[in-house]
């Protein structure tokens, strides 16, 4: 499927395990971001890429590690998942270049639940 | 560091009426883009609207409209003529060009449209 897609649509984990968030698209994008969305806080940068291999943190990075060793997957894992990890999970993506429309397109979401 | 403030948790408004949404931010930048977001009950992100820093011309889209107000720092969404399916979480972005390309949200505001 063409855009940009997320997997698990759905989970639920306990407490100390490790969770490995899947996003993917289809465009080759250069940029790509997860933001975390809860209640009261809107939504807030984890982590984000300008190109395969490139990464940096964004506002909330703590408790989080991703990876981009190709241009068009983008996963973010949890290395021991907490409860205070429990929220919605959005990737996104965006061309670059000046001349590009600066639209980010987002993925559909992964609500996460850790017990 | 720049923020984003929506100052109306909750909204809501008659069908067929006009609404407007506020949000106001803080940056030190000359040019930028903002954003208005839609995130229907399905949870999607839809961009409804952007305005770029340097246009003095304000952004419209069929029934949605906003007021730049750049010294201000103010980026008002209106929305003409309600419709049921406009009952969402909007949120105001804001995004410099040129760095991370990252996009800092509002808190969003619940939007309900009665008929």
């Known amino acids: 499927d063409a855009g940009i897609t997320q997997s698990p649509r759905y989970k639920i984990t306990e407490t100390g395990r490790q969770v490995t968030l899947m996003c993917h698209q289809t465009w080759s994008h250069s940029y790509m971001f997860w933001y975390r969305q809860d209640l009261g806080h809107g939504l807030r940068l984890i982590y984000y890429s300008a190109a395969a291999d490139i990464t940096d943190k964004g506002e909330v990075p703590d408790g989080y590690v991703v990876s981009r060793s190709k241009t068009e997957n983008f996963p973010l894992t949890l290395e021991s998942a907490t409860r205070s990890q429990t929220s919605v999970y959005f990737c996104?993506?965006?061309?670059?270049?000046?001349?590009?429309?600066?639209?980010?397109?987002f993925g559909p979401g992964t609500r996460l639940t850790v017990l | 560091a720049q923020t984003v403030t929506q100052s109306q948790p909750e909204m809501s408004v008659q069908e067929a009426e006009t609404v407007t949404l506020s949000c106001t931010y803080d940056?030190?930048?000359?040019?930028?883009?903002l954003f208005w977001y839609k995130q229907p009950p399905s949870r999607q992100m839809i961009l409804v609207i952007r305005q770029e820093a340097y246009k003095q011309q304000n952004a419209t889209e069929n029934r949605f409209s906003v007021n730049f107000q750049k010294a201000a720092k103010s980026f008002s969404l209106k929305i003409s003529d309600s419709q049921l399916g406009d009952t969402a979480m909007y949120f105001c972005a804001f995004m410099n060009p040129g760095g991370s390309e990252k996009l800092v949200f509002g808190k969003g505001t619940k939007l309900t449209v009665n008929p």
């Open positions: 996104a993506s965006r061309a670059s270049g000046r001349g590009s429309y600066n639209e980010q397109f």
């Open positions: 940056t030190s930048e000359s040019n930028y883009y």
